[in-house]
């Protein structure tokens, strides 16, 4: 079975099981709402004063999301940690229970630190977490589990063999899910001290977007060391937003012209503030008219476009590559609805724009000297020394000020749902944070 879902899909049929299920439980939702039985939204509620982890059930909405009290001893878990390491409880795979010493205090396997987290991130991923769509979360976790990439906090406990930081430390890092927990079991080589430039809550609004960006400008060539060909302009996408914001500062730093295009008047000067060279305001067009503007900021093409919005802009992105142009494909977002709760018009929209989903022929790939790349970081749990790399280099820019935090908005542990509703509106500009 698993062979034919491959073959008829690319996807194996865990992963197709996984989507059914959030089709039949997203529709289901959609209804009972519709009915008036079903509260559109879950307001969350801490339970006690301990510390607390928000999970996602199952597949099926936002009120599938919930918040569960983490005891004692139990912690979240990306899924790069071995269960061997870390067994899973049963009642999620993103958690785990912790070993305590005689001591009375923790102690976690080796190369691993145990961080009590004050902020973490609120990523876009997270929303297709919770509808039953991102491929790794079902691939590596399933469901319950705790979305969350990266975070900030203080070490709590730290193992044998780890060099570099002790308890009493503030730091930040990235984690494979479970970073919506106020405890964290990690490998200590995905955190770093966080920089004296740096709040708690902007330390949390850094490694996924920073790290998504540099993988972006490495895979387009500016980075370790710019390209030979004469081009030096880039088109970003969506570039008020996390990962938008911390590409203009990149590739501004990288030496280029950055033509940034953003979907609402007010994050426009959010861009020009971070060194943009042209910021194309599509609101202020009909239709896909934008274009123009675009063509007129750079009428020799560009060197390379990061685009993560879909089949909206895909084959319009790659139409206006120069010769030896890189299209970095890093998400879909147009794909994806706006709605809280997936109805049925929204699946119909999704299966349209998988369908207009361009193709890039090979032969044209050739003759124009073109390229088109795509990665999704949450795949790269086994590339410890890229990721170790990057987080590095982030670090360092930050301290030395070639690299600021996008604006960060901020919620509180209880009003989750807020911070998903924000994200998934598509009118926040910079990072969502929430405090643990």
Request: glycine fraction near 10%; charge should be positive; proline fraction near 5%.
């Amino acid at each position: 079975m698993d062979a034919l879902c491959r073959r008829l899909t690319g996807q194996s049929a865990t992963v197709i099981a996984h989507q059914l299920e959030a089709i039949r439980s997203n529709v289901w939702s959609w209804l009972l709402t519709r009915l008036g039985l079903r509260e559109a939204r879950l307001a969350l509620e801490r339970r006690g004063g301990g510390p607390q982890a928000a999970l996602v059930l199952s597949p099926g909405g936002l009120e599938r999301l919930a918040l569960t009290d983490l005891g004692a001893a139990v912690a979240a878990v990306g899924y790069n940690v071995d269960e061997a390491v870390a067994p899973r409880l049963a009642a999620s795979r993103s958690l785990t229970r912790l070993r305590v010493g005689g001591d009375g205090t923790f102690a976690p396997p080796r190369g691993c630190v145990v961080v009590a987290v004050s902020h973490f991130s609120v990523n876009y991923a997270d929303v297709t977490i919770r509808w039953g769509l991102y491929e790794s979360a079902i691939a590596f976790v399933g469901y319950p589990i705790c979305p969350g990439f990266d975070v900030s906090g203080e070490v709590v406990a730290v193992g044998a063999g780890v060099e570099g930081l002790a308890v009493g430390d503030a730091v930040l890092g990235i984690t494979f899910f479970g970073g919506y927990a106020a405890r964290l079991l990690v490998p200590a080589r995905q955190l770093a001290k966080v920089p004296a430039r740096l709040t708690r809550a902007e330390a949390a609004a850094l490694p996924a977007v920073a790290g998504t960006a540099l993988h972006a400008l490495s895979l387009a060539g500016f980075w370790p060391a710019p390209p030979l060909t004469r081009n030096r302009t880039v088109l970003v996408h969506s570039a008020a937003g996390g990962v938008g914001s911390a590409l203009v500062q990149l590739c501004r730093n990288a030496g280029c012209d950055v033509v940034a295009v953003v979907g609402a008047a007010h994050k426009v000067a959010a861009c020009r503030a971070l060194g943009a060279a042209a910021v194309v305001d599509k609101s202020a067009y009909d239709g896909a008219a934008w274009w123009a503007a675009v063509d007129a900021a750079a009428p020799g093409g560009f060197a390379a476009v990061f685009d993560a919005n879909g089949a909206e802009t895909l084959a319009s992105s790659y139409a206006r590559l120069a010769r030896t142009g890189r299209l970095v494909v890093f998400g879909f977002h147009s794909n994806l609805p706006a709605a809280t709760t997936l109805h049925p018009a929204a699946w119909l929209k999704m299966a349209a724009g998988l369908a207009r989903m361009p193709a890039f022929e090979p032969m044209d790939l050739t003759l124009a000297s073109k390229a088109v790349l795509g990665f999704n970081l949450s795949f790269f749990a086994d590339e410890a020394p890229l990721v170790d790399a990057y987080l590095a280099q982030l670090v360092a820019w930050v301290a030395a000020g070639d690299l600021k935090v996008a604006r960060v908005t901020r919620f509180r542990f209880e009003d989750l749902p807020r911070a998903h509703a924000l994200i998934q509106s598509g009118t926040s500009v910079g990072k969502i944070v929430v405090e643990t």
